[in-house]
């Protein structure tokens, strides 16, 4: 006898793959064996019995979104008014101060926090930047969160090491010393990384940007990743403000610094990317570097539009993120591909991006950009990450029976029916199974409240 565990979905109304045939199937079914899909097809080429079985009538089924840039703690400091109408030095010189006073459990906290936000909105799996840690908080805070949740994790050991004294950007007394920002990222790739097929979790190296951290980390760090074979994330070219730093102190652009430094290539992503130029374009589809493209963020803080078009053409990858819950101010994967959407088309050009294209980018163009094969679409042999969205909804009415795909990104976006991740159901009628929601936004806005005040302990 075999102790595998079997999950059957069953007469979807569609299922959408995001395979590279774009295979659909109505009445369609996954066949789970533990935490891989086994079989995929019409339900009745399925079996017709497992351990657990659910029916997803009226839903559409997708692969589970994934997002590839975010920070967050940050969800303690939404809608900060200081920070409402500031552009991106201005909005991180408030927050800066604030941020200061973090601690472990507000690291943990905010982490379920944004992790509830994310796998409500469909997403199965995202990376998060956290580079600042003051009062003992450290990237295992987060991991034990996400891992609690049932997520699957990108943890990114970010990083900040020039401070104002320096001629960086944050106060001196939210940046670390460099040779203990290095010791402690081998220390989590070697206690944490997993780099199997179908990990929960991975560790990635992210000294936070050019203007918060030294050339020398920089190197030293993508050393460290490729001796191991973690990926790399930093912000770049995100501002005009960045571009004048990178020119005043390296003489250099965003994107040159980076190439200097090692820092472009296939295991490498930046967030952002919204002024690179044109021959630099270029070079970054060359170099198979990966984007971080973060429509609402850049629209919230006005640092501009990405040349997604571009660089999507040129051969970059390219996914989306939601960025930071402090600039957004929101988590919800699928709302930022709505956006994705909107942004680029109010140049002028009606057709500069689909709602398929923006799903694309949502779950294969994300799952690229975090190096991952196993997940992005649905098929046998790939992770069970998949989220189902009921057609029948107030939201979707008369959108869903024309193209119920393109209905999720053209009509309001709605919160998911169904998520499974690793072949565990996380969510099950808009409600997460495993967590105690009420009690988690209660503890997490406490912590919110103190922390601006400055009285955390
Ligand atoms: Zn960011």
Redesign the pocket.
């Known amino acids: 006898m075999s102790n595998a565990t079997t999950c059957l979905l069953q007469h979807a109304a569609l299922i959408v793959s995001m395979d590279d045939q774009d295979t659909r199937w109505s009445d369609g079914g996954i066949y789970v064996v533990d935490n891989v899909i086994a079989r995929i097809g019409p339900t009745d080429t399925l079996p017709q019995e497992a351990d657990q079985v659910i029916d997803a009538r009226n839903m559409l089924i997708l692969p589970g979104l994934v997002n590839t840039?975010?920070?967050f703690y940050q969800t303690l400091t939404r809608n900060l008014p200081a920070a409402q109408n500031a552009n991106l030095f201005q909005w991180l010189r408030i927050h800066y101060p604030i941020w200061a006073h973090l601690t472990p459990e507000a690291i943990s906290v905010s982490t379920q926090v944004a992790l509830a936000e994310l796998m409500l909105s469909g997403c199965t799996t995202s990376s998060d930047?956290c580079y600042i840690w003051p009062n003992g908080a450290r990237l295992d805070d987060q991991i034990q969160a996400a891992q609690e949740m049932g997520f699957r994790f990108h943890a990114a050991r970010g990083s900040m090491s020039v401070g104002e004294a320096q001629g960086g950007l944050p106060p001196d007394s939210v940046v670390e010393d460099e040779e203990a920002i290095l010791r402690d990222s081998q220390r989590v790739i070697e206690t944490y990384h997993d780099a199997s097929r179908y990990a929960m979790l991975r560790v990635v190296l992210a000294p936070c940007s050019p203007f918060s951290v030294s050339a020398e980390l920089m190197r030293q760090s993508a050393k460290l990743a490729r001796a191991y074979g973690v990926s790399l994330h930093t912000?770049l070219a995100?501002t005009r403000d960045e571009a004048d730093y990178c020119a005043a102190t390296f003489g250099r652009t965003p994107v040159e610094l980076a190439e200097d430094l090692g820092w472009v290539g296939p295991d490498v992503w930046h967030?952002?990317m919204v002024h690179p130029g044109a021959q630099e374009i270029t070079r970054l589809g060359h170099t198979k570097t990966g984007i971080?493209h973060?429509p609402s963020?850049n629209m919230r803080l006005a640092s501009g539009i990405a040349p997604l078009g571009q660089l999507r053409q040129a051969g970059a990858r390219v996914g989306l993120?939601v960025?930071?819950s402090a600039?957004n101010d929101g988590s919800h994967m699928l709302a930022e591909a709505r956006q994705a959407l909107l942004l680029h088309r109010v140049m002028g050009d009606p057709a500069a991006l689909s709602a398929q294209e923006a799903l694309w980018l949502a779950t294969r163009g994300g799952a690229s950009v975090l190096g991952r094969d196993d997940i992005g679409y649905l098929a046998p042999g790939m992770a069970a990450d998949f989220i189902g969205y009921r057609l029948d909804t107030l939201e979707l009415a008369g959108g869903a029976v024309h193209d119920p795909l393109a209905s999720l990104v053209f009509c309001q976006p709605p919160r998911v029916d169904l998520s499974v991740i690793n072949g565990r159901i996380r969510v099950q009628d808009q409600r997460m199974l495993d967590c105690d929601l009420p009690t988690l936004i209660g503890r997490h806005n406490a912590i919110a409240r103190a922390l601006a005040r400055g009285e955390l302990q």
């Open positions: 840039h975010h920070h930047h912000h995100e967030a952002h971080a973060c963020s993120g960025d930071g600039s």
